[in-house]
């Protein structure tokens, strides 16, 4: 039987703020993490939900704005997704990064809350040049493993899921999931968690050719990586004008 929970903070970066997947009802992005939280209240009434994530955010500020605020709402289930926006800047080294998620998630557990803990999906098939990075996210993604090991936190392995794969779960930059990237994530969370996923959101996809991109290499490069490079040479981020889109806790309706 799974484990039965109240309250969900999430904490992170543009993959938890659910940056690819608009919100039909308008407003904010919706992603997986809301997806997720009604999908727990279906399970449990009552259950309560807030979001911190913000886009853009590298793994330290996440921990400096992010941690404490979530720890004071006392919340029994916290999610922690950070480090890949470190991953792509020069300079990288997955050590000392490693180091301090260990005592983030220590700190989550010492609050009395269960960590859900996360392996980054494998993007680099999809975007060009992407795959000199690899090595990067696959040294991150196994020292998330070790956290997850040492501190009895629930692991998401989006890496082992192969369903990635599939360029039709990627928004059209290539680095955020859409909105089927986002089901898939909500339907591992819940399955990692012990609770039935909407079964829409495991629906397979049709078995056809993959759609061609809507932009070569070159498209692709000057729309989106091009502003990226642009943003970290200023040292501006996507989310310097964006704050929390569900900062306390509250009932999902």
């Not at 992005?29 to 279906?42: K, M, P, S, V, Y």
């Not at 009895?152 to 999931?177: G, S």
């Amino acid at each position: 039987m799974a484990a039965a929970y109240t309250s969900f903070v999430a904490i992170g970066d543009s993959f938890t703020e659910g940056v690819g997947d608009p919100d039909p009802r308008g407003g904010r992005d919706r992603g997986w993490a809301d997806l997720f939280a009604e999908r727990a209240a279906e399970e449990w009434p009552g259950f309560a939900y807030a979001n911190l994530a913000v886009r853009g955010r590298l793994f330290d500020r996440i921990v400096d704005e992010q941690v404490v605020p979530a720890i004071r709402q006392r919340p029994d289930l916290v999610s922690f997704a950070a480090g890949a926006n470190d991953a792509l800047r020069p300079g990288y080294n997955h050590v000392p990064l490693a180091t301090r998620a260990h005592e983030v998630v220590r700190l989550l557990k010492a609050s009395g809350a269960q960590v859900v803990l996360f392996t980054c999906a494998d993007v680099t098939p999809h975007i060009p040049g992407m795959r000199m990075l690899r090595k990067r996210f696959t040294d991150m993604n196994e020292a998330y493993r070790k956290v997850a090991k040492r501190h009895d936190a629930v692991l998401v392995d989006l890496w082992e899921d192969r369903a990635f794969d599939d360029p039709r779960l990627w928004a059209v930059d290539r680095l955020h999931m859409n909105t089927l990237g986002h089901r898939r994530v909500a339907a591992d969370v819940c399955q990692a968690l012990g609770i039935e996923p909407d079964p829409a959101w495991l629906d397979p996809l049709p078995d056809l050719p993959r759609p061609r991109r809507e932009m070569n290499g070159v498209q692709w490069a000057g729309r989106h990586l091009a502003p990226w490079v642009k943003r970290r040479l200023t040292g501006k981020s996507s989310g310097d004008a964006v704050t929390p889109k569900r900062p306390d806790l509250t009932k999902v309706k």
